[in-house]
């Protein structure tokens, strides 16, 4: 499937969302973030992990920049505000079930 055929939805300026079809319990999804853009709340897993691939730009967390090629895990109970500079598009997945 081609993923930029995927309807995007807005999260927030600059930050848009391709929903893609996944498995029970895996929330399968592609993010493009605009220059200059910002998550806009901390991004919180309480009960199940995340997970992306950085697959062009560079994605920010915290102090680390994360460019092409990078995979970044969080596992339950953790948060984070992901930013970007320059422009970034990731891959990544949520769990809704313990894996």
Same mark, same amino acid.
């Given at each position: 499937m081609d993923v930029n055929e995927v309807t995007p939805m807005e999260l927030g300026p600059g930050i848009d969302v391709r929903m893609l079809p996944g498995m029970p319990g895996i929330r399968t999804w592609v993010i493009d973030l605009a220059p200059g853009a910002e998550w806009p709340d901390l991004d919180v897993h309480d009960t199940y992990g995340e997970a992306y691939f950085v697959v062009s730009g560079e994605l920010?967390?915290?102090?680390?920049?994360?460019? &092409?090629?990078?995979?970044?895990?969080?596992? &339950?109970?953790?948060?984070?505000r992901p930013r970007t500079e320059t422009g970034v598009r990731a891959f990544g997945f949520n769990y809704d079930v313990i894996p």
């Amino acid at each position: 499937m081609d993923v930029n055929e995927v309807t995007p939805m807005e999260l927030g300026p600059g930050i848009d969302v391709r929903m893609l079809p996944g498995m029970p319990g895996i929330r399968t999804w592609v993010i493009d973030l605009a220059p200059g853009a910002e998550w806009p709340d901390l991004d919180v897993h309480d009960t199940y992990g995340e997970a992306y691939f950085v697959v062009s730009g560079e994605l920010i967390e915290g102090d680390r920049t994360h460019g &092409p090629g990078t995979y970044v895990a969080f596992g &339950p109970k953790t948060s984070h505000r992901p930013r970007t500079e320059t422009g970034v598009r990731a891959f990544g997945f949520n769990y809704d079930v313990i894996p």
